[in-house]
């Protein structure tokens, strides 16, 4: 669901009129002879919700871990909130959030267990923690469930928890690494409601993803192919440009050129 102004805020970090918070220039990573993240270049806007698209073996993964700030690239360069990501690594961790698709959640731990216990990893102050804990319950409903094990949580509820708990710090960016895999289309609307949220706060949303509905919800996508970029544009104007109705047969478009079967 594109908004205006967060639209002409992409053009303005596409025209250089201002600067990125995520900024990726040739950035490339090699495993022996093998080329997994191939020279890709792209620059992300505050409060922007960017789709990183690419079926399995793209390079999404090895791509979003070198953002991140968790693996080091072999050539190229990237700044995340300001930070180098090879030289500033840590500063990186510091002002970004995290959620994959196999959560970080400790599952023999209670819910307000969970909230307490990454406010802390992430550096919230010890006096906030508690009234921040009871508000964020509140704000998702988890109130009657405040005592319950994660682990017997339903798998929407979970994920749920664990990107609010991603943002609890009030991070720059958030990373979310198919983040919804694995439940119906309802969990996931109800999720990307809560995505909305954090980009109306100005938290900027870097997701993989390989649901194509859901890239209609992105202000832009980037499609990789065998670790190159092909296409990055508003999803509108590849719908455009490919002359289709959907990001799905935009992305059929696209995936038949893949070689690759695995990340």
């Not at 961790?93 to 802390?120: H, P």
């Not at 550096?123 to 009871?134: K, L, Q, S, Y």
């Not at 809560?194 to 980037?222: K, P, S, W």
Request: neutral net charge.
């Amino acid at each position: 669901m594109e908004k205006e102004t967060d639209i002409e805020n992409c053009k303005k970090v596409l025209l250089g009129e201002f600067e990125p918070v995520i900024s990726a220039k040739n950035l490339t990573k090699t495993f022996g002879h093998f080329t997994a993240v191939d020279s890709i270049s792209f620059d992300v806007a505050k409060g922007e919700i960017f789709g990183f698209l690419g079926a399995n073996g793209a390079g999404k993964t090895t791509a979003m871990r070198m953002l991140c700030g968790l693996l080091k690239p072999t050539s190229g360069k990237g700044k995340v909130a300001g930070y180098d990501i090879e030289k500033q690594s840590e500063q990186v961790k510091k002002n970004i959030g995290y959620m994959s698709q196999k959560f970080s959640l400790s599952e023999d731990l209670r819910v307000w267990e969970n909230i307490r216990l990454y406010a802390g990893i992430y550096g919230v102050h010890e006096r906030e923690i508690a009234p921040r804990t009871d508000e964020l319950l509140r704000q998702l409903g988890f109130e009657s469930e405040k005592n319950s094990l994660v682990k017997s949580l339903p798998l929407g509820w979970k994920q749920k928890l664990a990107f609010s708990v991603s943002i609890f710090h009030n991070p720059k960016i958030v990373f979310l690494d198919e983040p919804t895999g694995g439940v119906d289309p309802a969990a996931r609307r109800q999720f990307w409601e809560l995505i909305y949220q954090a980009a109306d706060r100005g938290i900027t949303v870097f997701v993989t993803t390989h649901y194509m509905d859901e890239a209609e919800y992105c202000n832009r996508v980037c499609i990789l192919v065998d670790g190159r970029i092909e296409a990055i544009d508003l999803p509108r104007n590849l719908k455009e440009q490919f002359n289709v109705k959907s990001m799905d047969e935009v992305f059929q478009q696209m995936a038949r050129k893949a070689t690759r079967k695995a990340d």
